[in-house]
T-cell receptor, first 113, second 116 residues
Framework: IAGITQAPTSQILAAGRRMTLRCTQDMRHNAMYWYRQDLGLGLRLIHYSNTAGTTGKGEVPDGYSVSRANTDDFPLTLASAVPSQTSVYFC????????????FGPGTRLTVL | AQKVTQAQTEISVVEKEDVTLDCVYETRDTTYYLFWYKQPPSGELVFLIRRNSFDEQNEISGRYSWNFQKSTSSFNFTITASQVVDSAVYFCALSEGPGGYNKLIFGAGTRLAVHP
């Protein structure tokens, strides 16, 4: 693994189903983030984690949950998917330090029908 | 409230033209960071540059240059002699300073199409 990986690459999901998007990084970054990208809105932060064991809510957290059991993994769960959660989801990580850039995974395209 | 505005939704140019992508930001923080990311058609997000609020020097990297002006809260990006490979969506982003969790606030993006 080099950088950030996300799985699955894409998924079509029936409304009401539970879904977990996986994110793994091998850069030993402390901070990790989940964003969703929607046309005309750019990327918006869903949840973040400054370090293993801690998480926080971003701009659009409703309907999503996260956990951070270790440094490398930061899964995003949709407990009961709704069509408005159709989006492209990006995981990102960042080295400690305010001015460091975030590195992004390749994204997961999720369609909720 | 923090906000990033990229007023240009789409720009279309012919190869070798110069093009400037505008970015205007709003923040109450005195310490903040500005970023540009590129998203080519393949979909990944590629970091281009970061600038902190205390460094107003313009920067040039090959055909890319950035103009940061605190007086107008702008961080514009210019591509000189554009090429087809520059076709992408470009995002400007703002990050909080001390005490924040360093989330990135993105603009809506500008889609640049460079035609041969």
């Amino acid at each position: 693994i080099a950088g950030i990986t996300q799985a699955p690459t894409s998924q079509i999901l029936a409304a009401g189903r539970r879904m977990t998007l996986r994110c793994t990084q091998d850069m030993r970054h402390n901070a990790m983030y989940w964003y969703r990208q929607d046309l005309g809105l750019g990327l918006r932060l869903i949840h973040y984690s400054n370090t293993a064991g801690t998480t926080g809510k971003g701009e659009v957290p409703d309907g999503y949950s996260v956990s951070r059991a270790n440094t490398d993994d930061f899964p995003l769960t949709l407990a009961s998917a709704v069509p408005s959660q159709t989006s492209v989801y990006f995981c990102a990580s960042k080295k400690t330090g305010e001015d460091n850039e975030q590195f992004f995974g390749p994204g997961t395209r999720l369609t909720v029908l | 409230a923090q906000k990033v505005t990229q007023a240009q939704t789409e720009i279309s140019v012919v190869e070798k033209e110069d093009v400037t992508l505008d970015c205007v930001y709003e923040t109450r923080d005195t310490t903040y960071y500005l970023f540009w990311y590129k998203q080519p058609p393949s979909g990944e997000l590629v970091f281009l540059i970061r600038r902190n609020s205390f460094d107003e020097q313009n920067e040039i990297s090959g055909r890319y240059s950035w103009n940061f002006q605190k007086s107008t809260s702008s961080f514009n990006f210019t591509i000189t002699a554009s090429q087809v490979v520059d076709s992408a969506v470009y995002f400007c982003a703002l990050s909080e300073g001390p005490g924040g969790y360093n989330k990135l606030i993105f603009g809506a993006g500008t889609r640049l199409a460079v035609h041969p």
